[in-house]
């Protein structure tokens, strides 16, 4: 199977900055929400990204939940050291490719969905209190989008040393679509509007920019970022193997602070 990505992130139409950021270089995908101010949540992001990527490049896709949890203890210890950025945190939804096997690594409330043969599927649980309202069938969709405190998150990176993280596999085949976003897209576009821009024929890029438009149009509230995987069938080819050198990866994040990342980070 051949794989197509596409990415993008955009500050919306409320927000002054963009504490969203995203990885998208295979075998690695993930999107993050950062909280904690105009520094903290940018810094909260970009650094559980970098700290996965760090991880999985030196122990392979088999460690992606530890590496969340690594991810967890920089962020904790950044905020605990850090006077400027103290009480940051971040959401981190994370997926690694191995073949035709999905490794799934979770916390917060960014997303992960499977398009399947015009079927969507939510393959994350949000970690918030209207989530868990939700479950219990105390509070149905539409009222969760409306909740005065459907911000609240119940777990999140660097809020704690320890982490619990959602960890699992889903197998995957030709066709196959996945999404990965923040709570900026899925909190604008319900899932049925979701699956039908999903099922469009058109490619991963225009797709990805059709979602973060949309969310626009609807109020763009929050950050806006969203990840496109598609896997397109190559007839007569065996599936290749998955790179795991993923060292050169950088989360986006805005202009503005590409610099500080790399000078955090020794990107050159």
Not at 75 to 96: F, I, K, N, P, S
Not at 211 to 223: C, F, K, P, Q
Request: aromatic share 2%; with cysteine; charged share 25%.
């Amino acid at each position: 199977m051949k794989v197509e990505v596409a990415a993008a992130t955009d500050i919306g139409l409320v927000r002054d900055h963009n504490e969203d950021a995203y990885l998208a270089q295979g075998p690695l995908y993930a999107v993050a929400d950062g909280m904690g101010g105009h520094l903290g949540g940018e810094v909260a992001s970009a650094t559980a990204l970098e700290t996965v990527a760090r991880v999985l490049t030196d122990a392979g896709i088999d460690a992606l939940a530890d590496a969340v949890r690594q991810a967890n203890r920089a962020v904790y210890d950044r905020q605990a050291d850090d006077l400027e950025v103290a009480g940051m945190g971040t959401t981190l939804t994370a997926v690694a490719l191995e073949g035709s096997q999905l490794h799934v690594a979770h916390v917060g409330d960014s997303r992960g969905y499977l398009l399947r043969d015009g079927k969507l599927q939510l393959l994350t649980q949000d970690h918030s209190l209207v989530g868990e309202m939700m479950r219990e069938g105390s509070l149905t969709e539409a009222q969760a989008r409306v909740h005065p405190r459907r911000s609240a998150l119940t777990r999140a990176l660097g809020i704690s040393g320890d982490i619990e993280v959602d960890a699992f596999e889903v197998p995957l085949r030709a066709g196959d679509r996945i999404l990965l976003c923040t709570d900026g897209l899925s909190g604008m576009i319900e899932d049925r509007r979701l699956r039908d821009i999903l099922k469009g024929r058109t490619g991963a890029p225009e797709v990805c920019a059709t979602l973060i438009a949309e969310a626009n149009t609807n109020g763009g509230v929050d950050n806006v970022t969203a990840v496109i995987i598609d896997l397109v069938a190559e007839e007569g080819d065996n599936p290749a193997p998955v790179e795991t050198d993923i060292s050169s990866a950088e989360p986006a994040l805005p202009p503005e602070k590409r610099g500080w990342f790399r000078r955090c980070f020794g990107k050159q």
